[in-house]
């Protein structure tokens, strides 16, 4: 019989921020990763959009849940593009193939997301450019974690 997965827990406010890659954002994003399910293929993280921030498009390999505890976020252009208009607090669901050509945060925003699955970044003609998954967002944690000095180590 195979052992259960530990249980977790994580002190958010006591976790440091590290820049969302400029490669796949615009705008200053920050996020914590909270958690990796290599079982499941998940991950959890938390993000502080700064008004006038935006995420690269992607497309959702799995699906995905957030949690919008502070602002606004216009999915895929917002309601008057034909996309959603998140207002905190406010839930959302992302079905597995969802295309987001632009995520924008026209006020400062804060969401918690669970990801099921990867996020394919694209070009606008739909070409990937990243495919980013509980593996990837766990290396770059790791490394961002490794490159902070000793005593803010020790907060996180």
């Known amino acids: 019989m195979k052992d259960q997965i530990a249980e977790e827990y994580v002190q958010v406010d006591a976790e ?4 969302f890659p400029e490669a796949l954002s615009a705008g200053g994003i920050r996020w914590k990763l909270l958690h990796v399910s290599p079982e499941m293929g998940s991950w959890t993280a938390y993000f502080d959009c700064p008004k006038g921030s935006s995420f690269n498009a992607h497309i959702h390999q799995g699906p995905g849940e957030y949690l919008l505890t502070k602002g ?4 895929r252009g917002g309601k008057d593009a034909g996309g959603d208009t998140a207002v905190a607090p406010g839930y959302g669901y992302e079905s597995s193939g969802a295309r987001h050509d632009q995520t924008a945060f026209p006020v400062d925003s804060e969401f918690y997301m669970t990801f099921l699955g990867p996020l394919v970044f694209i070009t606008p003609d739909g070409q990937p450019v990243a495919v980013v ?3 990837e967002v766990q290396g770059a944690w790791q490394a961002f974690l490794a490159s902070q000095p ?3 180590k020790k907060a996180a």
Do not use: N
Request: hydrophobic share 45%.
């Open 16 to 19: 440091p921020w590290a820049p």
């Open 72 to 75: 606004r976020m216009d999915v």
């Open 150 to 152: 000793a005593q803010q």
């Open 133 to 135: 998954g509980w593996k």
